[in-house]
Structure formats: structure tokens, C-alpha cells
Nanobody, 121 residues
Framework: QVQLVESGGGLVQPGGSLRLSCAAS????????MGWYRQAPGKERELVAT???????NYAESVKGRFSISSDNAKNTVMLQMNSLKPEDTAVYYC???????????????WGQGTQVTVSS
């Protein structure tokens, strides 16, 4: 019922910047929070940043001061501005949204298909 589509990934040199976007669509009653996770080959998926519908943000320690998450609640969209990128930021980045699909239901997490970010010289 909920679809998330990411865009903005690609190849960038160390120290460069990328901006990721994600739009949620479908039968959504409300969104509690949206965010980004990433997964590098052979590693567990890890939290990058989240933002609640009220604008409260949370960041992984490794990206604080370099990444910035923002959202447009009217468009059900979340963005991730990534600056000062490092090779260790290389991963598939996944968009996630915690949503209610009906007023009487329980919220659950939905996931996008992921977008590749590669930081290399």
C-alpha cells in the first residue's frame, strides 16, 4: 500500500556532495517519521538519519556535521544532503517511512529499493 522511491545516488569524489530524495506514495493515513539507512557490502544495515513529522532529527555519530536531513510533509518527501563525503560513506542508501495506512491501525516501517552512493577517486 505504501511505495517509497529514492533518487539522487551516484559516483562522487571524496569531499564532494550528493543530495538524496525519497517520495512516499500510496494509501497513507499519516507518516510518523521518515529517514535513511545504509548498507555496505558485508555489513549490517545501519541508521543514517531520521526526521519526525514534527521536525525532530536524529543522526548517526559518523555523519553528524556532514549530513542534513529534511522533509516536506505536504509532499511526503524526505531529503538527505550529504557533504564532505568519505569513501566509508559508500553504500546502498535506503529510504524508510513509519506510516499508518488507516486511522485505527498500528504504524509499521516501509522501505524503498535503495540507491547506490559510491565515494571514490
Amino acid at each position: 500500500q505504501v511505495q517509497l522511491v529514492e533518487s539522487g545516488g551516484g559516483l562522487v569524489q571524496p569531499g564532494g556532495s550528493l543530495r538524496l530524495s525519497c517520495a512516499a506514495s500510496g494509501s497513507i493515513f499519516s507518516i510518523n517519521a521518515m529517514g535513511w539507512y545504509r548498507q555496505a557490502p558485508g555489513k549490517e544495515r545501519e541508521l543514517v538519519a531520521t526526521i519526525t513529522s514534527g521536525g525532530r532529527t536524529n543522526y548517526a555519530e559518523s555523519v553528524k556535521g556532514r549530513f542534513s536531513i529534511s522533509s516536506d510533509n505536504a509532499k511526503n518527501t524526505v531529503m538527505l544532503q550529504m557533504n564532505s563525503l568519505k569513501p566509508e560513506d559508500t553504500a546502498v542508501y535506503y529510504c524508510t517511512a513509519n506510516c499508518l495506512v488507516r486511522a485505527w491501525g498500528l504504524s509499521r516501517d516501509y522501505w524503498g529499493q535503495g540507491t547506490q552512493v559510491t565515494v571514490s577517486s
